[in-house]
């Protein structure tokens, strides 16, 4: 069993940072793939990046490529996502979730077994 605990959301100005972290315990070998999905009202989830916590490469989407940074301290089992130069687009539920691999197609929602209860992000223009 797997448990993920996002925290780090509130509000924020646009151009202001934000970083969100993601606490990951239980059986990590069901955790090789750790990834941060976003979701507003209406819409699907959206992934947002993704490491692979037993090597440490990451992905992004375009969205947000050059202004978050996906990371890990595996000491803490925490995965981080800093938020830099936000916009009121970035607005959204902000989830983490793990999968045991890590996929081409690691930005699918039905990918992950394993999801966090969210943490709401809210920028202001």
């Known amino acids: 069993q797997v448990q993920l605990v996002e925290v780090g959301g509130g509000s924020v100005q646009a151009g202001g940072s934000l970083r969100l972290s993601c606490l990951v315990s239980?059986?990590?070998?069901?955790?090789?793939?750790v990834a941060w999905f976003r979701q507003v009202p209406g819409k699907g989830r959206e992934g947002v990046a993704v490491i692979t916590t037993t090597g440490g490469a990451t992905t992004y989407a375009n969205s947000v490529k050059g202004r978050f940074t996906i990371s890990q301290v595996n000491a803490e089992n925490t995965v981080y996502l800093q938020m830099n130069s936000l916009k009121p687009e970035d607005t959204a539920m902000y989830s983490c979730?793990?999968?045991?691999?890590?996929?081409?197609?690691?930005?699918?929602?039905?990918?992950?077994?394993?999801w966090g209860q969210g943490t709401q992000v809210t920028v202001a223009s």
């Open positions: 239980g059986n990590t070998a069901q955790t090789a793939c």
């Open positions: 979730a793990a999968a045991r691999t890590c996929p081409s197609w690691w930005y699918a929602d039905g990918l992950y077994k394993y």
